[in-house]
């Protein structure tokens, strides 16, 4: 029998196991990071929350404590490129944030970057089209930012199957 859609099937301890595949998404700013997460199935992003920037190793800790919280099985990062597509300075912060994550995350955890140009963008239009209040927006705009990214990876894993 075939495992149900989005799941995927990774073998240990001798046999092949199947479980579903769970992402969460980091839109990583200078002073918050947005989280996001994917359903059960690994269809859809949902924004989760928003935390604030304690430093590499205190955002490291507390992202790994959702992904044990939530059986997170890929982490996609939120990749700040310059608009010609170069790593500017901002990507660099981002690139190091990505390092020490990638060393705090459990081996079975994948890593995967994303183009973020223009999310932040495309999360106040959609804000605004929900009619958010200017306040609440701000209070969202980096966990729906994360959303956007992480939906963005989904869509380009699904088409690349």
Known sequence: MAPPFGAFIFFGFGRAMVGPMRALGLDVGSRT????????????????????????????VAIAAMVAEHAVT??????????????GHRAR?????????REGLPAAVTLHE???RFTTAEAQRVLIEADVSRARRRQV?????????????????????
């Open 33 to 60: 990071i947005g989280v996001a997460l994917t359903d059960e199935v690994g269809i859809a992003a949902h924004p989760l929350t928003v935390l604030e920037r304690a430093g590499n190793i205190g955002d490291v």
């Open 74 to 87: 890929d982490v996609v990062v939120g990749m700040p490129f310059e608009l010609s597509g170069r790593v």
């Open 93 to 101: 912060r981002v690139q190091d944030f990505t390092a020490a994550l």
């Open 114 to 116: 994303q183009d973020e």
């Open 141 to 161: 705009i980096d966990q729906q930012a994360a959303a956007l990214i992480l939906q963005g990876w989904l869509d380009a894993r699904g088409s690349s199957k």
